[in-house]
């Protein structure tokens, strides 16, 4: 099924992610994981793409794995900065030939210490959209960054780019993580204002390890609000507590989304079975469980 005709519905709605194992040798691990999360019913499951392009066959199988085996949609993940142009072809080729309709157009980060763009690279995610739309009957995802994206100086400049993108073909968008709902809301607001119509899904984090916090900070950019240090301060040394207590941040932020008119909310889980388990326990009163499809 196409996550475009999925965003339709109004109810509430959760779809989770897993990212692909870096060698052949962890990929049951991550297939048991994903069997698990798919247990739930969530509306679909991403699967995430190496920047380095190695597990981009694991990314097409697991994805593959989901739609068919478990019969949950999928959305497969495909960065183009880090591949040549044959490359990405290439990996549109399987995807079509395994019948993924989902993609997320991503440029991915660019690599350390080497040249970009060469001249059979993309230089944006938004040249890959454009070849997407031609290449097939995808719907397209792209990614989005309610703080601004870490390399654009000026958030207007992010916004902008952002346009350019969706109207080379994207469907929808998926957010950056972010801790604080209000910036989701005042981003939504600009870029409405812009005319991106595109449905949004924000991108929620179980925080549930104090290691955790320094990466995602290094990553994304994002700006901790004082009520998430204070959980990490008071929690971040006792494992099982700070576990239940980024599980309990997360929930919230879900909820206050869902009573805020947000109809779909995408979970970064991470492969971890048990923290997708425990948010849905605590929404299973509120949240649709997706039928799984014959
Ligand atoms: P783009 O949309 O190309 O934007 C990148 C930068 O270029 C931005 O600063 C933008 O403002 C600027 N820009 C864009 N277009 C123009 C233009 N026309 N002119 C000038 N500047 C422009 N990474 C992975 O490696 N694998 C994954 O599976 C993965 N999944 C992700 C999922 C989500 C939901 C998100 C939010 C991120 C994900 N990432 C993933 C990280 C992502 O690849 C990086 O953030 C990357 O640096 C930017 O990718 P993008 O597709 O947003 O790039």
Same mark, same amino acid.
């Given at each position: 099924?196409?996550? $475009?005709?999925?965003?339709?519905? %109004?109810?509430?709605?959760?779809?989770?992610?897993?990212?692909?194992? $870096?060698?052949?040798?962890?990929?049951?691990?991550?297939?048991?994981?994903?069997?698990?999360?798919?247990?739930?019913?969530?509306?679909?499951?991403?699967?995430?793409?190496?920047? /380095?392009?190695?597990?981009?066959?694991?990314?097409?199988?697991?994805?593959?794995?989901?739609?068919? #085996?478990? /019969?949950?949609?999928? !959305?497969?993940?495909?960065?183009?900065?880090?591949?040549?142009?044959?490359?990405?072809?290439?990996?549109?080729?399987? !995807?079509?030939?395994?019948?993924?309709?989902?993609?997320?157009?991503?440029?991915?980060?660019?690599?350390?210490?080497?040249?970009?763009?060469?001249?059979?690279?993309?230089?944006?995610?938004? =040249?890959?959209? $454009?070849?997407?739309?031609?290449?097939?009957?995808?719907?397209? /995802?792209?990614?989005?960054?309610?703080?601004?994206?870490?390399?654009?100086?000026?958030?207007?400049?992010?916004?902008?780019?952002?346009?350019?993108?969706? #109207?080379? /073909?994207?469907?929808?968008? %998926? %957010?950056?993580?972010?801790?604080?709902?209000?910036?989701?809301?005042?981003?939504?607001?600009?870029?409405? =204002?812009?005319?991106?119509?595109?449905?949004?899904?924000?991108?929620?984090?179980?925080?549930?390890?104090?290691?955790?916090?320094?990466?995602?900070?290094?990553?994304?950019?994002?700006?901790?609000?004082?009520?998430?240090?204070?959980?990490?301060?008071?929690?971040?040394?006792?494992?099982?507590?700070?576990?239940?207590?980024?599980?309990?941040?997360? %929930?919230?932020?879900?909820?206050? !989304?869902?009573?805020?008119?947000?109809?779909?909310?995408?979970?970064?889980?991470?492969?971890?079975?048990?923290?997708?388990?425990?948010?849905?326990?605590?929404?299973?009163?509120?949240?649709?469980?997706?039928?799984?499809?014959?």
């Amino acid at each position: 099924m196409k996550i $475009k005709d999925i965003l339709k519905e %109004t109810a509430p709605h959760i779809s989770f992610e897993v990212f692909p194992p $870096k060698t052949d040798a962890g990929f049951e691990s991550v297939l048991a994981a994903t069997d698990r999360i798919a247990a739930l019913k969530p509306s679909y499951i991403s699967v995430t793409y190496g920047a /380095g392009g190695g597990t981009s066959k694991n990314t097409v199988n697991i994805a593959s794995h989901i739609k068919d #085996d478990l /019969g949950v949609t999928s !959305l497969a993940h495909l960065t183009c900065v880090s591949s040549t142009r044959e490359h990405v072809q290439e990996v549109i080729r399987q !995807l079509k030939e395994k019948e993924i309709e989902n993609v997320l157009a991503l440029r991915g980060d660019i690599p350390k210490n080497s040249e970009f763009p060469l001249p059979d690279q993309y230089k944006y995610a938004s =040249e890959l959209v $454009k070849e997407m739309k031609e290449q097939g009957d995808f719907c397209i /995802g792209a990614a989005c960054y309610p703080e601004g994206h870490v390399d654009t100086e000026f958030k207007r400049d992010d916004i902008n780019n952002l346009k350019i993108k969706v #109207d080379c /073909g994207v469907d929808f968008l %998926t %957010t950056q993580m972010f801790f604080e709902n209000s910036i989701f809301y005042n981003f939504l607001y600009k870029i409405r =204002e812009k005319g991106i119509m595109v449905p949004v899904l924000p991108g929620i984090m179980p925080v549930t390890h104090k290691s955790q916090v320094e990466r995602i900070c290094n990553m994304s950019g994002t700006v901790l609000p004082q009520r998430f240090i204070d959980v990490v301060e008071r929690f971040g040394d006792n494992p099982k507590a700070m576990r239940q207590a980024g599980i309990a941040y997360a %929930t919230d932020q879900i909820i206050d !989304l869902f009573a805020n008119g947000i109809n779909h909310v995408h979970i970064y889980s991470m492969n971890k079975p048990e923290v997708a388990e425990a948010i849905m326990n605590n929404l299973s009163e509120i949240v649709v469980k997706t039928e799984i499809h014959s």
